[in-house]
């Protein structure tokens, strides 16, 4: 399947209420949907000119931090005339948007704050990397989630979240499978993805959650495939 088919066939996919369809686009690069909501994180330069004419019904772009690996003008600009979706940034991505995306669109996004878009609540949290970086805490109807960017070990028991968004490590200088075994530890998901790393961190992950966490489903995130996932407890 072409990449533009991959995304067709998720803004098709009709997930239950308490399902998420996700589509892992490269290092934290995701596409959330859930019944009611889609959500765009960290796309940095991963969609390119065609998936982003496909992409529709956004409701919500959302930036950890300014590194290219994650935020890219272009291509977030280009997301933004497709969409028109309003963008929460850490404040140097959102300082760089400035004057390029209208005032009421733009949102700089202050760690301990917590934001409000239509339906979707987010909690803002400070992570650790070289230079600022957020963490965020999402909420849309039934489900939370939490997206850690490619942060290093920050403290995350006050988010307990359904799904966990975890990075592995590499190319990120202060990820790991330790740091991302903590979070999960402390966030309690029931369904953790594996992201940002190389295949082994991510395996090493996974085996760590085997054995402290054995009840939590660990993905390891594979660009453009779909996954449905029923992330709420109980
Ligand atoms: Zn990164």
Known sequence: MSEVDAIKKLFASSPGKDEVALMYLGYSGIIVRTSKRVIIIDPADLLKDEEVKTLKGVDLLLFTHSHGDHYKPDVTLNIFKATNAPILAEPIVANDLKGKVPVNKL??????????????????????????????????????????GDSGYVQVKDYPSDLAFLPTGSPSPTASPEYALTMAMELKPSVAVAIHGSVDQSKEFEAKMKEKMPKTSVIIAEPYATKIVTPKKG
């Open 107 to 148: 949102t700089a996004a202050t760690p301990g704050k917590a934001y409000t878009f239509d339906e979707i609540s987010v909690n803002t949290v400070q992570g650790i990397h070289r230079g600022p970086i957020n963490l965020y805490q999402i909420k849309v109807g039934e489900v939370s989630m939490f997206h850690a």
